[in-house]
DNA sequence: AAGGGACCTAATT
DNA sequence: AATTAGGTCCCT
């Protein structure tokens, strides 16, 4: 029997926990596609066909059964899983009305709606979303899921051990501030974990829940903000804008964003000269185009193109 | 103002 | 042994 620093038990098992349910069909939530697109690096697929991961300080574990999707929330708190859900899972967007106004904008994108119709732009914690994306620059996915899986490991604190798996917090930027070389190195982070100890002390000086509180300014704000820390250019910002900060015109254009900008784009008169290096105005010229083109929700536009250029194009 | 290189690292070719 | 991967910064 074990407990937490706050006295808590730990140890328990998903089956005795109780379980919520969600009506939710494959086209209101592509879990896969959802949960393992470049958005967000903790979850898991397990052999047992359920999704595991954490939000927060909370375990969370979420499966696909029919038209709907169930899930179960450690510690409980009580029955807000759902509540937690319905926000991290933007349960307030509309897919089917939405995909459906996307179609009516643009005929590029059909084969995108049609392959994955059921991906959802997450709310994800902004601060662990801005401490991840700083993983980001010339990396992949893969390998930072693994770096931010280590770092989680061995300095996050344990929120619980279900079924014998562990399931830790996002470190705190307390401990990341104090985070040696060494242990950013051991995390396969090379030079990026300078940046992110810098971010954490930075976010530390200013107040409680900050960056939290850009949800409710506008998305040029938030992003000026953004930048204004010391390794964020336009494009981590804009990550953490959109799945952060649910500013859902916020498009992060990486280089397949940029590429495909090229061919949706070759149309446009302002789409001049989209053939040089991505930087700068160029950047800001390739948001536009897609804010033009999709509108209010343009980064979720662009979360099915970038899903679709990166998983082939075969129908779903 | 736009373009080029450096930067840790490990999987892939 | 080179190349490449969800960029940013610094330098011409």
């Given at each position: 029997?074990s407990?937490s620093?706050s006295g808590?038990?730990?140890?328990?098992a998903w089956?005795?926990l109780?379980?919520g349910?969600?009506p939710l069909?494959p086209?209101?939530?592509?879990?896969?596609?959802?949960l393992d697109?470049g958005?967000a690096f903790r979850?898991r697929l397990?052999?047992d066909?359920?999704?595991?991961?954490v939000?927060?300080?909370?375990?969370?574990?979420?499966?696909?059964v029919?038209?709907?999707?169930?899930?179960?929330?450690y510690?409980?708190?009580?029955?807000d899983?759902?509540a937690l859900?319905?926000?991290y899972?933007?349960?307030?967007?509309d897919l089917s009305?939405?995909?459906e106004d996307?179609?009516?904008?643009?005929?590029?994108?059909h084969?995108?709606?049609?392959?994955?119709?059921g991906?959802?732009i997450l709310?994800?914690?902004?601060e662990?979303t801005?401490?991840s994306?700083?993983?980001?620059?010339?990396?992949?996915v893969?390998?930072i899921?693994?770096?931010?899986?280590?770092?989680?490991e061995r300095?996050?604190?344990?929120?619980?051990r279900l079924?014998?798996?562990e399931y830790?917090?996002?470190p705190s930027?307390g401990t990341l501030i104090k985070?040696?070389?060494a242990?950013?190195?051991?995390?396969?982070?090379?030079?990026r974990g300078?940046?992110?100890?810098v971010?954490?002390g930075r976010l530390?000086l200013?107040?409680?829940?900050?960056?939290?509180t850009?949800?409710?300014?506008p998305?040029?704000?938030?992003?000026?903000?953004?930048?204004?820390?010391?390794?964020?250019?336009?494009?981590i910002a804009d990550?953490?804008c959109l799945?952060g900060?649910?500013k859902?015109?916020?498009?992060p254009v990486?280089t397949?964003?940029?590429?495909?900008?090229?061919?949706l784009f070759?149309?446009?008169a302002?789409?001049?000269?989209?053939t040089?290096?991505l930087t700068?105005k160029?950047?800001?010229?390739?948001l536009?185009?897609y804010?033009?083109?999709?509108?209010?929700?343009?980064?979720?536009?662009?979360?099915?193109?970038?899903?679709?250029r990166?998983h082939?194009?075969?129908?779903?």
């Amino acid at each position: 029997m074990s407990v937490s620093s706050s006295g808590r038990m730990v140890d328990a098992a998903w089956r005795d926990l109780p379980v919520g349910c969600l009506p939710l069909g494959p086209r209101d939530l592509d879990l896969a596609a959802t949960l393992d697109c470049g958005q967000a690096f903790r979850w898991r697929l397990a052999d047992d066909g359920w999704w595991r991961g954490v939000i927060g300080d909370r375990a969370v574990r979420i499966r696909r059964v029919g038209d709907a999707c169930e899930y179960q929330v450690y510690p409980s708190r009580g029955a807000d899983g759902e509540a937690l859900l319905r926000k991290y899972l933007r349960l307030d967007v509309d897919l089917s009305t939405l995909v459906e106004d996307l179609a009516l904008r643009c005929s590029r994108i059909h084969p995108a709606l049609r392959a994955h119709p059921g991906i959802r732009i997450l709310a994800q914690p902004p601060e662990e979303t801005l401490l991840s994306f700083l993983c980001s620059p010339a990396n992949s996915v893969p390998r930072i899921s693994r770096s931010i899986e280590q770092l989680c490991e061995r300095h996050g604190a344990l929120i619980a051990r279900l079924d014998g798996v562990e399931y830790r917090a996002f470190p705190s930027k307390g401990t990341l501030i104090k985070l040696p070389d060494a242990e950013y190195r051991a995390a396969g982070l090379g030079w990026r974990g300078l940046g992110i100890r810098v971010v954490a002390g930075r976010l530390l000086l200013k107040p409680r829940d900050w960056l939290l509180t850009l949800r409710s300014v506008p998305y040029v704000e938030a992003r000026a903000a953004l930048v204004d820390f010391p390794n964020v250019g336009p494009k981590i910002a804009d990550c953490v804008c959109l799945f952060g900060l649910l500013k859902d015109e916020a498009v992060p254009v990486d280089t397949h964003v940029w590429a495909l900008a090229k061919e949706l784009f070759a149309d446009e008169a302002a789409s001049g000269h989209l053939t040089k290096s991505l930087t700068g105005k160029t950047y800001d010229r390739v948001l536009a185009l897609y804010q033009e083109r999709y509108g209010p929700y343009a980064g979720w536009a662009q979360q099915y193109l970038y899903h679709w250029r990166r998983h082939g194009c075969q129908d779903g």
